[in-house]
């Protein structure tokens, strides 16, 4: 039972313009959502969180909003980059069990020039 | 260094056989974890360490996995009578003191290929 869901295995955007990413989770207690960048043989690096008092969290060109009615949240990056092309995860976690990450299965972005 | 070192990057094993992953952790850091992603798959939680605590082990799938982290600091990974389903990227994370807006700094992974 995947608790985080990316649906979208892949996603092309031209560079200059906005990428999104989407993630949806069932898990009513996820109160705690990261992303973070995959590039190949190379470990995850944290990009973004939020926590669920908030609606939205922004960190220079990477905007993360969360719909909690939804349970859904989605990675906004404006604008994109060839550098941006790499997997990217969503990952949550619930207060009871806060060091445990669950993560989706990732989204490879490709940022064409 | 400066991040987290994970040796070796690669190790291939016929099965049956006994491995061990190390992890050294970011100098500084109390809390450690465990994951692994097998193929198309996000990173599974393993087991995670905090200070002196007792350790977290509640996502390591079977007792042939196990893992020890002496002085609060390296930790080693040993998975037992590998089988072909172990057979994954093993990460190691730390971050500052295990607090929830304290990020997870990954390192690049163990690819462990069971034969």
């Known amino acids: 039972d995947q608790q985080v869901k990316q649906n979208s295995p892949s996603l092309s955007v031209q560079e200059g313009r906005i990428s999104i990413l989407n993630c949806d989770y069932t898990?009513?207690?996820?109160?705690?959502f990261l992303w973070y960048k995959k590039y190949p043989a190379e470990g995850p690096t944290f990009l973004i969180s939020?926590?669920?008092?908030?609606d939205k969290n922004e960190d220079g060109r990477f905007t993360v909003f969360l719909n909690k009615s939804a349970k859904h949240l989605s990675l906004h990056i404006v604008p994109s980059q060839p550098g941006d092309s790499a997997v990217y995860f969503c990952?949550?976690?619930?207060?009871?069990?806060?060091?445990?990450?669950?993560f989706g299965s990732g989204t490879q972005l490709t940022v064409l020039p | 260094g400066a991040g987290v070192s994970q040796s070796p990057s690669n190790k291939v094993t016929e099965k049956g056989k006994d491995v061990e992953l190390r992890c050294d952790p970011i100098?500084?850091?109390?809390?450690l974890y465990w994951y692994r992603q097998s193929l198309g798959q996000g990173l599974e939680f393993l087991i995670y360490?905090?200070?002196?605590?007792?350790?977290?082990k509640s996502g390591l799938p079977s007792d042939r996995f196990s893992a020890e982290r002496t002085g609060g600091s390296v930790s080693t990974l040993t998975i037992q009578r590998t089988q072909q389903e172990d057979s994954a990227v093993y990460l190691c994370?730390?971050?500052?003191?295990?607090?929830?807006?304290?990020?997870?700094?990954f390192g690049d992974g163990t690819r462990l290929s069971i034969l």
């Open positions: 939020i926590s669920s008092i908030k």
């Open positions: 990952a949550a976690s619930a207060a009871h069990s806060a060091r445990q990450l669950t």
């Open positions: 360490f905090q200070g002196n605590s007792a350790p977290d």
């Open positions: 100098s500084g850091h109390t809390a």
């Open positions: 994370a730390s971050s500052l003191d295990g607090a929830r807006n304290q990020p997870q700094h």
């Open positions: 898990n009513s207690m996820f109160d705690y």
